[in-house]
């Protein structure tokens, strides 16, 4: 009995240590199990994983890429394996997952914002992601290494680098990313390699001179300006920009002398020693008995030698029968390994003119190179991805097809009196039918889409009926006929928000602060819906009270949503109108629309919310025309932030939820849009404002408080 005794607590004692395994109950945390069939099912389900299509235990069960610690999903590895599909939209709850790896797949549409909170090393590269950088990424202190490179990403690096201090490696080349490099680069203390080739960034790299940089890839950008000193010293391509010629201008006065890191990188030799200048010789080396002419001769022989045994290597290559180079074809394209040399020739296919397809040569090795993730991929290492065809797009079956007679008789062929109002892409009308039904149809001018533009306008209504959001006015029908472009939507009751605060009549009682706080967040919901969980991101563009419909119980729906991301010219025909007060400072100096300006715009709405104001109002005194300009340097004074609100609220509102609101506003209209935040963050903070004023849904959000009665159906003024 106690030699028993003995062997067990010997057992037990051996099982702590983890010399013998105790089986246990490994059942996987419920949320980790949940984002993976997210995941699954964003992938179009593909059978190459082999996940079983019943199961709910990828720990367990030991799905393909899976790693688990104990109940939790660490990591999610799966590479080169033809995915298509998107990432789906709840990886966030992946809390312990430290590696994502989804590489060389064919995954489209944004990257999520919804991104594993803790990973360190995170990979999408080579896929067919569009959209912008997602700012959530700014958030991942614990990030080493991101490669986001060959794919197609657009717009200004809007990612805030300053929490990143643990970053080694960034790969963001081959796709098209524009704009100056961020300013936060600086806080990058940990990076050793930068990969931006291939991209449109303009402006100049002084930012990256602090940084202690080994590699750095900047070739075939729009750079301009000088290469500073402390990065001609290091593994630098920069070839395809436009650099200044000459002597770069003398540093200002108290500018301490250029010098880099004193941090060791390994060369490309494989040395962990910094290679030391002419100029730094030690004394030793002038000691030692050689002599560097003999020096000198010794290291030409053997490259002269070098050179004579390659040749003949190549020449002995070259001479493998056709088999062999026919058995090349059907091998899969790897990235080389960044420590290994693999010659690889391309020859253009003469039979095809002008195309970008390539085939390897004889010379390529016939034995397959390991894949080096760390490496950034040039263009010759893979083939270019074909170009994409234009398919032919079907008319949506999820709308109705209207006749032009139908909404003739509905709109009073059109007339003044059905008018609600006009917007940057035409007319909108109230249509009611035989049945009682009423809805608003738009007319779009034909300057926005011309006659024989329909094919393009089947796409635009294809690309609008996909959105469904109870904040997002609702797609209902359209209508292309005779050269005619309609959209049929939802009617609200109500008009519009603009409506509501500067042009009100003799039924209509002020918004009160509760309806105003429900109008924002409403709003923020519909544009948080549009950004990050569309796929591909929908910019909206045209953010302004007027396009704010209000249904029965104030109720927001934001209108026009998708309708300037698909037309071909929209962004030339919002400009024509600019000069409103909603559009953001780049915006003005580029033409161009990015999510960060929806976020200002957003912002600005906010604004007329709080002070009753038109955005920009040329009947005030010159420095109160501008909304913005007169009322951000109010927003932190307690004060002068009483003294601004809408005179119609009379004082009824909590000071704490108006100073909170205000402080909302300050985040969304910063000057600069690498500092705005993501609309998932503005609803978080308008959710926290409503949960800190304890307003209930059912004295604030219920249809006895509107803070407005109904309007007439003749007096709206919808501008969608």
Same mark, same amino acid.
């Given at each position: 009995?106690?030699?028993?005794?003995?062997?067990?607590?010997?057992?037990?004692?051996?099982?702590?240590?983890?010399?013998?395994?105790?089986v246990i109950n490994g059942e996987t945390?419920?949320?980790?199990?949940?984002?993976?069939?997210?995941?699954?099912?964003?992938?179009?389900?593909?059978?190459?994983?082999?996940?079983?299509?019943?199961?709910?235990?990828?720990?367990?069960?030991?799905?393909?890429?899976?790693?688990?610690?104990?109940?939790?999903?660490?990591?999610?590895?799966?590479? @080169?394996?033809?995915?298509? @599909? #998107?990432?789906?939209?709840?990886?966030?709850?992946?809390?312990?997952?430290?590696?994502?790896?989804?590489?060389?797949?064919?995954?489209?549409?944004?990257?999520?914002?919804?991104?594993?909170?803790?990973?360190?090393?995170?990979?999408?590269?080579?896929?067919?992601?569009?959209?912008?950088?997602?700012?959530?990424?700014?958030?991942?202190?614990?990030?080493?290494?991101?490669?986001?490179?060959?794919?197609?990403?657009?717009?200004?690096?809007?990612?805030?680098f300053e929490k990143l201090s643990s970053?080694?490696?960034?790969?963001?080349?081959?796709?098209?990313?524009?704009?100056?490099?961020?300013?936060?680069?600086?806080?990058?203390?940990?990076? #050793?390699?930068?990969?931006?080739?291939?991209?449109?960034?303009?402006?100049?790299?002084?930012?990256?001179?602090?940084?202690?940089?080994? #590699?750095?890839?900047?070739?075939?950008?729009?750079?301009?300006?000088?290469?500073?000193?402390?990065?001609?010293?290091?593994?630098?391509?920069?070839?395809?920009?436009?650099?200044?010629?000459?002597?770069?201008?003398?540093?200002?006065?108290?500018?301490?002398?250029?010098?880099?890191?004193? $941090?060791?990188?390994?060369?490309?030799?494989?040395?962990?020693?910094?290679?030391?200048?002419?100029?730094?010789?030690? =004394?030793?080396?002038?000691?030692?008995?050689? @002599?560097?002419?003999?020096?000198?001769?010794?290291?030409?022989?053997?490259?002269?030698?070098?050179?004579?045994?390659?040749?003949?290597?190549?020449?002995?290559?070259?001479?493998?029968?056709?088999?062999?180079?026919?058995?090349?074809?059907?091998?899969?394209?790897?990235?080389?390994?960044?420590?290994?040399?693999?010659?690889?020739?391309?020859?253009?296919?003469?039979?095809?003119? =002008?195309?970008?397809?390539?085939?390897?040569?004889?010379?390529?090795?016939?034995?397959?190179?390991?894949?080096?993730?760390?490496?950034?991929?040039?263009?010759?290492?893979?083939?270019?991805?074909?170009?994409?065809?234009?398919?032919?797009?079907?008319?949506?079956?999820?709308?109705?097809?209207?006749?032009?007679?139908?909404?003739?008789?509905?709109?009073?062929?059109?007339?003044?009196?059905?008018?609600?109002?006009?917007?940057?892409?035409?007319?909108?009308?109230?249509?009611?039918?035989?049945?009682?039904?009423?809805?608003?149809?738009?007319?779009?001018?034909?300057?926005?889409?011309?006659?024989?533009?329909?094919?393009?306008?089947?796409?635009?209504?294809?690309?609008?009926?996909?959105?469904?959001?109870?904040?997002?006015?609702?797609?209902?029908?359209?209508?292309?006929?005779?050269?005619?472009?309609?959209?049929?939507?939802?009617?609200?009751?109500?008009?519009?928000?603009?409506?509501?605060?500067?042009?009100?009549?003799?039924?209509?009682?002020?918004?009160?602060?509760?309806?105003?706080?429900?109008?924002?967040?409403?709003?923020?919901?519909?544009?948080?819906?549009?950004h990050e969980v569309c796929s591909p991101?929908?910019?909206?563009?045209?953010?302004?009270?007027?396009?704010?419909?209000?249904?029965?119980?104030?109720?927001?729906?934001?209108?026009?949503?998708?309708?300037?991301?698909?037309?071909?010219?929209?962004?030339?025909?919002?400009?024509?109108?600019?000069?409103?007060?909603?559009?953001?400072?780049?915006?003005?100096?580029?033409?161009?629309?990015?999510?960060?300006? =929806?976020?200002?715009?957003?912002?600005?709405?906010?604004?007329?919310?709080?002070?009753?104001?038109?955005?920009?109002?040329?009947?005030?005194?010159?420095?109160?025309?501008?909304?913005? $300009?007169?009322?951000?340097?109010?927003?932190?004074?307690? =004060?002068?932030?009483?003294?601004?609100?809408?005179?119609?609220?009379?004082?009824?509102?909590?000071?704490?939820?108006?100073?909170?609101?205000?402080?909302?506003?300050?985040?969304?209209?910063?000057?600069?849009?690498?500092?705005?935040?993501?609309?998932?963050?503005?609803?978080?903070?308008?959710?926290?404002?409503?949960?800190?004023?304890?307003?209930?849904?059912?004295?604030?959000?219920?249809?006895?408080?509107? @803070?407005?009665?109904?309007?007439?159906?003749?007096?709206?003024?919808?501008?969608?």
């Open positions: 009995m106690l030699e028993d005794r003995r062997l067990v607590v010997l057992f037990i004692s051996f099982s702590i240590l983890g010399l013998i395994p105790i945390d419920p949320n980790d199990a949940a984002a993976l069939k997210v995941l699954f099912s964003s992938m179009n389900s593909p059978s190459q994983l082999g996940w079983p299509a019943n199961g709910d235990d990828p720990c367990v069960q030991h799905w393909k890429g899976i790693t688990c610690s104990g109940n939790r999903v660490t990591e999610i590895k799966l590479p @080169g394996l033809g995915l298509t @599909g #998107t990432l789906g939209y709840q990886l966030q709850t992946l809390t312990s997952v430290t590696n994502l790896d989804m590489s060389n797949n064919n995954l489209g549409g944004s990257i999520p914002y919804q991104l594993p909170p803790n990973v360190q090393q995170l990979n999408l590269a080579n896929n067919n992601f569009t959209g912008e950088v997602v700012y959530s990424i700014s958030n991942m202190t614990a990030l080493t290494y991101l490669n986001l490179g060959h794919n197609q990403l657009q717009g200004a690096l809007s990612v805030n970053l080694s490696t960034l790969d963001l080349s081959f796709n098209s990313l524009s704009g100056d490099l961020p300013q936060s680069f600086t806080s990058l203390s940990s990076i #050793t390699t930068m990969y931006l080739q291939n991209n449109q960034f303009t402006g100049t790299i002084d930012v990256l001179a602090g940084l202690s940089l080994a #590699t750095l890839n900047v070739q075939n950008n729009h750079f301009t300006g000088w290469i500073p000193e402390q990065l001609k010293n290091i593994n630098l391509q920069k070839d395809g920009n436009a650099w200044s010629s000459g002597s770069a201008p003398p540093p200002p006065p108290g500018t301490p002398p250029a010098t880099r890191s004193t $941090r060791t990188h390994k060369t490309s030799g494989g040395s962990g020693r910094n290679a030391p200048s002419d100029a730094g010789a030690s =004394d030793n080396d002038k000691k030692s008995g050689i @002599g560097g002419g003999v020096i000198a001769g010794i290291v030409i022989s053997i490259l002269i030698v070098g050179a004579i045994v390659a040749f003949f290597l190549m020449k002995r290559r070259s001479t493998k029968p056709s088999s062999d180079i026919e058995n090349v074809d059907k091998m899969p394209f790897a990235p080389l390994a960044s420590n290994e040399v693999h010659e690889m020739k391309a020859v253009q296919i003469s039979s095809v003119p =002008d195309t970008k397809t390539f085939v390897p040569s004889a010379s390529f090795n016939l034995k397959p190179p390991p894949i080096d993730r760390h490496k950034s991929f040039d263009e010759d290492e893979f083939s270019k991805k074909p170009d994409i065809v234009k398919k032919t797009v079907t008319a949506p079956a999820n709308v109705t097809l209207y006749s032009i007679a139908d909404l003739q008789i509905a709109t009073g062929s059109f007339s003044v009196d059905h008018l609600l109002g006009e917007g940057s892409f035409g007319r909108v009308y109230r249509a009611q039918f035989d049945d009682g039904e009423v809805l608003a149809v738009k007319k779009i001018d034909s300057s926005v889409l011309p006659n024989d533009m329909s094919e393009d306008f089947i796409e635009v209504v294809s690309n609008i009926s996909q959105l469904h959001h109870p904040n997002v006015t609702e797609l209902i029908g359209y209508c292309s006929e005779h050269g005619q472009h309609l959209l049929v939507y939802e009617f609200h009751k109500n008009g519009s928000l603009h409506d509501f605060l500067h042009l009100p009549d003799e039924h209509s009682k002020p918004l009160i602060w509760n309806s105003r706080v429900k109008i924002a967040l409403g709003t923020a919901r519909a544009l948080e819906y549009l991101s929908v910019v909206h563009k045209n953010i302004k009270s007027a396009n704010i419909l209000l249904d029965r119980e104030l109720n927001p729906h934001l209108s026009d949503s998708g309708l300037a991301s698909h037309i071909p010219n929209a962004d030339q025909v919002l400009n024509q109108n600019a000069g409103s007060g909603y559009e953001a400072p780049e915006v003005g100096l580029s033409g161009q629309y990015t999510l960060k300006s =929806d976020v200002y715009s957003f912002g600005v709405v906010m604004l007329e919310l709080l002070s009753g104001r038109k955005p920009f109002d040329s009947s005030r005194p010159r420095p109160e025309q501008s909304l913005v $300009r007169w009322a951000t340097p109010q927003l932190h004074d307690i =004060d002068a932030l009483t003294k601004m609100v809408d005179p119609a609220l009379e004082g009824l509102y909590p000071v704490k939820s108006l100073s909170r609101f205000a402080d909302v506003i300050a985040l969304c209209v910063q000057p600069e849009p690498e500092f705005r935040p993501p609309m998932s963050e503005v609803v978080q903070a308008l959710v926290r404002l409503v949960q800190r004023a304890n307003l209930s849904r059912r004295t604030t959000f219920g249809s006895s408080e509107h @803070g407005g009665s109904q309007r007439g159906d003749n007096s709206e003024a919808q501008e969608m």
